[in-house]
Each structure stands twice: as structure tokens, then as C-alpha cells.
T-cell receptor, first 114, second 121 residues
Framework: EPEVTQTPSHQVTQMGQEVILRCVPI?????FYWYRQILGQKVEFLVS????????KSEIFDDQFSVERPDGSNFTLKIRSTKLEDSAMYFC????????????FGDGTRLSIL | GENVEQHPSTLSVQEGDSAVIKCTYS??????FPWYKQELGKGPQLIID?????GEKKDQRIAVTLNKTAKHFSLHITETQPEDSAVYFC????????????????????FGKGTKLSVKP
């Protein structure tokens, strides 16, 4: 069964550094999403992306965050200058535009800011 | 915006018993309600979903009910097994339109806080 894959599984970064989290969505999916889960808390929506544009973003997704689809397979989340409170699991998800299909999640990247 | 409340936060049952997890939502425009299971170190995995034009849906030992008037939906797991132990999240969203070029939501999910289910052998 096709999967959403995320790399790296764990990223450790110094505060203030830039970090890029990578995702390969399911190949025939056109809707892409990033979510965040702080340890022990609920999964929170960050941003949705379609046709090379941001569709919606939450209050969490401030100017320090950006997303990009640099080629036909990858979808990235960049945090420009990381803060301690950015430490969380980051999940990528994708879905098909046909008939409102469910979102499929990757296994996440654990981001640890020191 | 949408707000999803989920109860209980933890649930412990004996193997073979049933487990029920309940969620409420606030936005009457929400019309899609998936349930995800998250095992340790993994991402959320869809286990069942329901759309607003349906009141109940079953898939083997799992069932979901939806009451649109009261804005609540529930997950029922019967004959629980130790491998059902995980964190379960409910969520709500708009369904994405068939053709996004006509506009509308992309179906961003708003999650509940999760229920940690422990099934004791």
C-alpha cells in the first residue's frame, strides 16, 4: 500500500538554526498538509498546500515557516530560525482530490531544538 | 473556528470488553469525521471515517456513530484485544470539494486531544 514517507525521523538542531523537514507524499495525491504534535498533546494543523500554493494556514504557521514543493515528488517544511517551542513531532499528510478521500499521514519527524 | 472535544483522555478495559470514545464539535459546517489510531513512534493511521449524510458506519469490530443535531460522534470498539492499545484521535473537517478549482476548504483536520486506550489481557 502506498505510504507517505518523511525524513529524517529525528532532527536535532540548535536554537536559531534553520531546519528543513522533508516529505514524499503518495504519488497520485494532490493535496498536501503539515501538522504538528507537541509531546503528549493533540495533533495541530499547520498548513495545507495545493497547486503550488498555500491553501490555508493556522496561527502557528507564522513568518518563520514556509513550505515548498521543489519537484514532482517532495514536499518540504522549512523553519527559518528555530525556537525551543518548535520542538515537536511534525507530520506530513496527503490526500487525493477525488471524492474527498481521507488524509494519509507519514510517521513524522521528531524535531528537537537545543 | 472548529473546536473538537474528546473524552475520556484515558480508558482502560479488559480484553474482550467494549470501549467507547466520544467527541463533540462546534462548527455545524463540518461534515467529515475521521478516527485515527496512533501507535508509539508512528503517525496517525485512519481506522474509520464517517460523512455527515450517514448516522452509523461499521467495519468489523469498529463502529462510529454521528449525531449531527447534537454535534457529537463516537467510536465503538467491541471485543477489544491487546493490540487495540494505542492513542485514538477523533477529528472534524469540511470535505474537500471534488474539484478544488471551484474553491472551498481543502479539508484541514481539527483533532481532539486523544484517548489513550489500554486493553489489559
Amino acid at each position: 500500500e502506498p505510504e507517505v514517507t518523511q525524513t529524517p525521523s529525528h532532527q536535532v538542531t540548535q536554537m536559531g538554526q534553520e531546519v528543513i523537514l522533508r516529505c514524499v507524499p503518495i504519488s497520485n495525491h494532490l493535496y498536501f498538509y503539515w501538522y504538528r504534535q507537541i509531546l503528549g498533546q493533540k495533533v495541530e494543523f499547520l498548513v495545507s498546500f495545493y497547486n503550488n500554493e498555500i491553501s490555508e494556514k493556522s496561527e502557528i504557521f507564522d513568518d518563520q515557516f514556509s513550505v515548498e514543493r521543489p519537484d514532482g515528488s517532495n514536499f518540504t517544511l522549512k523553519i527559518r530560525s528555530t525556537k525551543l517551542e518548535d520542538s515537536a513531532m511534525y507530520f506530513c499528510a496527503s490526500s487525493s482530490p477525488v471524492g474527498g478521500q481521507p488524509q494519509h499521514f507519514g510517521d513524522g519527524t521528531r524535531l528537537s531544538i537545543l | 473556528g472548529e473546536n473538537v472535544e474528546q473524552h475520556p483522555s484515558t480508558l482502560s478495559v479488559q480484553e474482550g470488553d467494549s470501549a467507547v470514545i466520544k467527541c463533540t464539535y462546534s462548527d455545524s459546517a463540518s461534515n467529515y469525521f475521521p478516527w485515527y489510531k496512533q501507535e508509539l513512534g508512528k503517525g496517525p493511521q485512519l481506522i474509520i471515517d464517517i460523512r455527515s449524510n450517514v448516522g452509523e458506519k461499521k467495519d468489523q469490530r469498529i463502529a462510529v456513530t454521528l449525531n449531527k443535531t447534537a454535534k457529537h460522534f463516537s467510536l465503538h470498539i467491541t471485543e477489544t484485544q491487546p493490540e487495540d492499545s494505542a492513542v485514538y484521535f477523533c477529528a472534524a473537517s469540511d470535505l474537500p470539494p471534488r474539484d478544488y478549482n471551484y474553491g472551498g476548504s481543502q479539508g484541514n483536520l481539527i483533532f481532539g486531544k486523544g484517548t489513550k486506550l489500554s486493553v489489559k489481557p
